[in-house]
């Protein structure tokens, strides 16, 4: 729990582990990523305790470069480190009803689905400008020495899908 927290930079272990409990209880078959910041940390206790849940798709993933999974520094979000495909046939929906273009923005609201509805934030200008934005933080941002075929989510894979997890998980939250 408190390995959890430190690294979220909240205490949002309680609340993390109380919805997946309500989701399981409403039959939602949930996919969840442990993301794996160093070598201490205890990936395989926490998978024991989802796999006790109830849990059935585990994932283990690495840290992105981006967002606020940066296992606790105070790193800024680069947009450039996204697969670019964010808001497209995907979108995340966060447990307060925040709705994102993908699971690594957390910071980029385009809505909530408990004023407007999926539809309006999905379909909303706000995603609109949010898509052009990191597309075009994709097409300036890196090094220019890319060998991960395009795809920034899943280096190795098509870049026409974000496969968050490893091996072989496929990155669907919209469907």
Same mark, same amino acid.
């Given at each position: 729990?408190?390995?959890?927290?430190?690294?979220?930079?909240?205490?949002?272990?309680?609340?993390?582990?109380?919805?997946?409990?309500?989701?399981?209880?409403?039959?939602?078959?949930?996919?969840?990523?442990?993301?794996?910041?160093?070598?201490?940390?205890?990936?395989?206790?926490?998978?024991?305790?989802?796999?006790?849940?109830?849990?059935?798709?585990?994932?283990?993933?690495?840290?992105?470069?981006?967002?606020?999974?940066?296992?606790?520094?105070?790193?800024?979000?680069?947009?450039?480190?996204?697969?670019?495909?964010?808001?497209?046939?995907?979108?995340?929906?966060?447990?307060?009803?925040?709705?994102?273009?993908?699971?690594?923005?957390?910071?980029? +609201? &385009?809505? *909530?689905?408990? %004023? /407007?509805?999926? @539809?309006?934030?999905?379909?909303?200008?706000?995603? =609109?400008? !949010?898509?052009?934005?990191?597309?075009? +933080? &994709?097409? *300036?941002?890196? %090094? /220019?020495?890319? @060998?991960?075929?395009?795809?920034?989510?899943?280096? =190795?894979? !098509?870049?026409?899908?974000?496969?968050?997890?490893?091996?072989?998980?496929?990155?669907?939250?919209?469907?």
């Amino acid at each position: 729990m408190s390995e959890h927290d430190a690294i979220t930079r909240r205490p949002s272990h309680a609340r993390t582990r109380s919805n997946l409990v309500k989701a399981l209880g409403l039959g939602i078959k949930p996919v969840v990523s442990i993301i794996e910041c160093d070598d201490k940390q205890r990936v395989s206790e926490a998978r024991a305790e989802l796999v006790a849940l109830g849990v059935e798709r585990i994932k283990i993933d690495h840290v992105r470069p981006f967002g606020r999974a940066v296992c606790g520094s105070s790193q800024v979000a680069d947009l450039s480190g996204l697969c670019g495909k964010c808001g497209t046939d995907r979108a995340a929906v966060g447990p307060d009803g925040n709705v994102t273009p993908c699971v690594f923005t957390p910071s980029l +609201s &385009v809505g *909530n689905v408990l %004023d /407007g509805g999926l @539809d309006g934030s999905l379909d909303g200008p706000v995603m =609109g400008a !949010v898509k052009a934005l990191i597309r075009e +933080s &994709v097409r *300036n941002g890196g %090094d /220019g020495d890319d @060998d991960d075929g395009g795809n920034k989510c899943n280096p =190795g894979t !098509v870049p026409e899908e974000c496969s968050p997890g490893h091996p072989g998980s496929s990155c669907t939250p919209r469907n």
